[in-house]
């Protein structure tokens, strides 16, 4: 296995071990087990919330603001294409701060010579371990306001 080499195999082997060995019916519950395991290893303390069960209305700039409202955010992020999309006036009228992210994507030791961008989050956590969510939010231009 390619990440075998890497200094914190062992601590996410478990985990993936039997991601790949159980019997997924829907792909939306392998997405979510992912998606909780990711948080948890990288301090995230977001609740996720199907949006499947919101009843959203709208679309794009409409869409988000409706979803915003629904889960009591005060503030959304969106990803730098957002501000093609977003009508600013509407979410503060809301009293919803909108940010817009702009991610540099940081370099950190991986198994191999060399930096490969743009990998998953395992190949951050397999590598860097603990210090993993720091190296995320040091790419983040946007991170004092978002925190």
Not at 55 to 84: I, M, P, W
Request: with cysteine; charged share 20%; hydrophobic share 45%.
């Amino acid at each position: 296995m390619f990440y075998a080499r890497t200094p914190f195999f062992r601590d996410h082997a478990p985990f993936l071990e039997e991601v790949y060995t159980r019997p997924w019916e829907r792909l939306i519950d392998l997405c979510e087990h992912i998606l909780l395991y990711l948080f948890h290893a990288l301090a995230i303390g977001a609740q996720v919330v199907r949006a499947s069960t919101l009843s959203l209305a709208g679309v794009k700039s409409d869409l988000v603001l409706d979803l915003c409202r629904k889960t009591g955010a005060r503030t959304f992020v969106f990803g730098a294409l957002g501000r093609q999309y977003a009508r600013i006036p509407d979410f503060e009228a809301a009293g919803i701060r909108p940010v817009f992210q702009e991610y540099h994507h940081p370099q950190y030791p991986q198994a191999y010579p060399g930096f490969e961008p743009g990998m998953n989050a395992f190949d951050l956590l397999m590598n860097v371990g603990p210090a993993s969510r720091e190296v995320l939010l040091a790419g983040n231009a946007t991170r004092e306001s978002i925190r």
